[in-house]
């Protein structure tokens, strides 16, 4: 069960002492005659309230102690580390006394090329003398003043899995004196690992694991825990970012059905955010803590769509190795979120409609139903009454799926909401857009919806480089084509004159700047959209593409008389 390494004249010196029991050990260390396996003796009275405080940290302290080491480290795999699983350095080593990070990353990376080499994967490994070992060595503190003299590696299983590994090690000086030791009455001369601590450590590694394990499902809990607070974060309504009053109006109908069981049909244009306000609903339900499992019903086949719904018996068909519980089973309790349900096969839908009306499921290959709890919501871009007219959607799946419906704008009905989107999706960036760039993707109609611009906010964000500022000229031709088109368009409307306002020959004495020039040409065109639109500010504003706060700013500035144009509002 353990295996001996060493070669220098230092095991030479400790041989004769080891003979008697190295030939036995291995079977000694887990055997029955073993004192401390399964906990028997390896505790005093003082290490049991280490034990039960369940502070991994404090239970390392005390195999230090008690086995006469200078470092004990834990290791945690989450998995066989022989298969390449990684570890992680804020999370997955534990050591007394401690280490800093750079200390941990060296460690770890020695331990990992030295496992299954210079000790065992799978079995206690006992090494007496290693201090000429450049190998081992790696392993030694990186002030380089002293060096691993003898170690003890052994692995920490449960349920016949192996979760980490404990480590110990004794350090001394290049000259073989022994490092200063913690325990009272150490000589020293270097004396290494012997029968009586392997086997300390042996029965100790049972005790280990299993605070190991329950370390790492805290951790695992504390992290799912974490995940979920950020999705709600994330998909909270207060996060779905909206001045636009017509989806105010959808989220305040929203809030008033969370919680319940009835089942819910959003419709809209791809990419308009369906599947995101599905999490909205699921983690703002009394469902919340279960599961939320999205399918999209275009991207898998029937034969697969089926399958993984209602799950399968052994046998039921080429390739069914083992029973498989369908994706409804998995949701249970919580929401199943169908996506794009207008491309669902006819003879699914029939299927989904039993989920609906009976609750349960029967697997491929199966005959008894499995009862199931679950809240199906589903988001189609596709009128599902036209398909019901062609015969392509079941009428009964329709009225059951449909008990309440929201409908999602296109982003080109709800522009007002674009500046906003557009800081989400820069966030973090550094990178500012400047006003021209951003009235253009104001402008543009965006067919993609909020997909399209997200997809749009990142690219520029990606290619603005070092000054992280976006212009025009960084804009996608087609929405500088669009726009541009559309602003010559809009400008041609106002045209006034060919005539510029410059000095004539009557006042070249006065002085007249770029900014008087402007001013006037400002002053001649929001004259000329308050006329085309009889006074009537509101309008005029549009028409400028202004708001129209800035609009009453500058007709007070240029002193502008709207009295004779028309109504005033």
């Given at each position: 069960m353990f295996?001996?390494i060493?070669?220098?004249?230092?095991?030479?010196k400790v041989?004769?002492?080891l003979s008697?029991?190295a030939t036995?050990?291995?079977?000694?260390?887990?055997?029955?005659?073993?004192?401390?396996n399964?906990?028997?003796?390896?505790?005093?009275?003082?290490?049991?309230?280490?034990?039960?405080?369940?502070?991994?940290?404090?239970?390392?302290?005390?195999?230090?102690?008690?086995?006469?080491?200078?470092?004990?480290?834990?290791?945690?795999?989450?998995?066989?580390?022989?298969?390449?699983?990684?570890f992680?350095?804020s999370?997955?080593i534990?050591?007394?006394?401690?280490?800093?990070e750079?200390?941990r990353?060296t460690?770890?990376s020695?331990?990992?090329?030295m496992?299954?080499e210079e000790?065992?994967s799978?079995?206690p490994t006992?090494?007496f003398?290693?201090i000429?070992?450049?190998y081992?060595?790696?392993?030694?503190?990186?002030s380089?003043?002293?060096?691993?003299?003898s170690l003890?590696?052994?692995?920490?299983?449960?349920?016949?899995?192996?979760?980490?590994?404990m480590?110990l090690?004794?350090l001394?000086?290049?000259?073989?004196s022994?490092?200063k030791?913690?325990?009272?009455?150490a000589?020293?001369e270097?004396?290494?690992f012997c029968?009586?601590e392997?086997?300390l450590?042996?029965?100790?590694?049972?005790?280990?694991?299993?605070?190991?394990?329950?370390?790492?499902k805290t951790?695992?809990l504390e992290?799912?825990k974490?995940l979920?607070?950020?999705?709600?974060?994330?998909?909270?309504?207060?996060?779905?970012?909206?001045?636009?009053?017509?989806?105010?109006?959808l989220?305040?109908?929203?809030r008033?059905?969370?919680?319940?069981?009835i089942?819910?049909t959003i419709?809209g244009e791809?990419?308009?955010?369906?599947d995101?306000?599905?999490k909205a609903?699921?983690y703002?339900?009394?469902?919340?803590?279960?599961?939320f499992?999205?399918v999209?019903?275009?991207?898998?086949?029937?034969?697969?769509?089926?399958?993984?719904?209602?799950?399968?018996k052994r046998?039921?068909f080429?390739g069914?190795?083992?029973?498989?519980?369908?994706?409804?089973?998995?949701a249970?309790?919580?929401?199943?979120?169908?996506?794009?349900?207008?491309d669902?096969?006819l003879?699914?839908q029939?299927?989904i409609?039993?989920?609906?009306?009976e609750k349960?499921v029967?697997r491929?290959?199966?005959s008894?139903p499995?009862?199931?709890?679950?809240?199906?919501i589903?988001?189609?871009?596709v009128?599902?009454?036209?398909?019901?007219e062609?015969?392509?959607?079941r009428?009964?799946?329709y009225?059951r799926?449909?008990?309440l419906?929201?409908?999602?704008?296109?982003?080109?009905?709800?522009?007002?909401?674009?500046?906003?989107?557009?800081e989400?999706?820069s966030?973090?960036t550094?990178?500012?857009?400047v006003?021209?760039?951003?009235?253009a993707?104001?402008?543009?109609?965006?067919p993609g919806n909020?997909r399209e611009?997200?997809n749009e906010?990142?690219?520029l964000?990606?290619?603005?480089?070092?000054?992280?500022?976006?212009?025009p000229?960084?804009?996608?031709?087609?929405?500088?084509?669009?726009?541009?088109?559309?602003?010559?368009?809009?400008?041609?409307?106002?045209a006034i004159?060919?005539?510029?306002?410059v000095?004539?020959?009557?006042?070249?004495?006065i002085?007249?700047?770029?900014?008087?020039?402007i001013?006037?040409h400002?002053?001649?065109?929001?004259?000329?959209?308050?006329?085309?639109?009889q006074g009537?500010?509101k309008?005029?504003a549009?028409?400028l593409?202004i708001?129209?706060s800035?609009?009453r700013?500058k007709?007070?500035q240029?002193?502008?008389?709207?009295?004779?144009?028309g109504?005033?509002?």
């Amino acid at each position: 069960m353990f295996e001996s390494i060493g070669d220098s004249s230092k095991l030479r010196k400790v041989e004769s002492a080891l003979s008697s029991y190295a030939t036995d050990a291995v079977a000694h260390s887990m055997s029955r005659a073993n004192p401390f396996n399964l906990f028997g003796g390896f505790a005093g009275e003082g290490d049991y309230s280490s034990f039960h405080s369940g502070d991994i940290f404090k239970t390392i302290e005390t195999l230090r102690t008690r086995t006469g080491a200078d470092r004990a480290i834990i290791l945690s795999s989450d998995g066989a580390i022989a298969d390449g699983d990684t570890f992680d350095v804020s999370k997955d080593i534990f050591s007394s006394p401690g280490m800093i990070e750079n200390e941990r990353e060296t460690f770890i990376s020695s331990f990992r090329k030295m496992l299954g080499e210079e000790f065992s994967s799978d079995r206690p490994t006992i090494i007496f003398d290693s201090i000429v070992d450049p190998y081992i060595n790696e392993l030694a503190p990186a002030s380089g003043k002293v060096t691993v003299a003898s170690l003890i590696v052994a692995p920490l299983r449960v349920a016949n899995e192996t979760i980490g590994y404990m480590y110990l090690d004794r350090l001394c000086d290049r000259s073989g004196s022994s490092s200063k030791r913690a325990q009272a009455g150490a000589c020293d001369e270097f004396q290494p690992f012997c029968q009586e601590e392997l086997d300390l450590a042996v029965g100790f590694s049972d005790f280990v694991a299993l605070e190991l394990a329950q370390s790492q499902k805290t951790r695992l809990l504390e992290d799912n825990k974490r995940l979920k607070e950020q999705m709600q974060e994330k998909v909270g309504f207060p996060s779905i970012l909206t001045q636009n009053s017509k989806m105010l109006e959808l989220l305040s109908r929203v809030r008033q059905v969370v919680d319940s069981d009835i089942s819910i049909t959003i419709t809209g244009e791809t990419g308009c955010g369906k599947d995101l306000l599905a999490k909205a609903i699921h983690y703002n339900s009394n469902r919340r803590d279960k599961r939320f499992i999205s399918v999209n019903c275009a991207a898998l086949p029937e034969t697969l769509l089926e399958s993984e719904l209602f799950g399968y018996k052994r046998g039921a068909f080429t390739g069914a190795d083992q029973d498989k519980p369908g994706l409804f089973e998995e949701a249970d309790g919580g929401a199943f979120f169908l996506d794009e349900i207008g491309d669902m096969p006819l003879t699914v839908q029939a299927k989904i409609l039993r989920v609906l009306e009976e609750k349960e499921v029967v697997r491929l290959g199966e005959s008894i139903p499995r009862k199931v709890d679950v809240r199906i919501i589903s988001a189609t871009h596709v009128d599902l009454q036209v398909a019901m007219e062609k015969g392509t959607f079941r009428r009964d799946l329709y009225y059951r799926l449909s008990a309440l419906c929201f409908h999602l704008p296109a982003l080109r009905e709800r522009r007002e909401d674009i500046p906003l989107l557009i800081e989400r999706f820069s966030a973090d960036t550094g990178v500012t857009f400047v006003a021209d760039a951003i009235t253009a993707l104001v402008k543009y109609d965006w067919p993609g919806n909020v997909r399209e611009l997200e997809n749009e906010i990142k690219k520029l964000c990606l290619i603005c480089g070092e000054e992280k500022r976006v212009t025009p000229g960084l804009l996608s031709s087609k929405i500088i084509g669009e726009v541009g088109a559309s602003s010559v368009s809009s400008i041609a409307d106002f045209a006034i004159d060919d005539q510029l306002l410059v000095p004539d020959s009557q006042n070249e004495g006065i002085d007249f700047s770029l900014y008087d020039f402007i001013a006037a040409h400002e002053k001649r065109f929001i004259s000329k959209a308050l006329e085309q639109s009889q006074g009537v500010k509101k309008h005029a504003a549009a028409k400028l593409n202004i708001p129209e706060s800035t609009l009453r700013l500058k007709i007070k500035q240029y002193d502008i008389n709207v009295q004779g144009i028309g109504p005033i509002h």
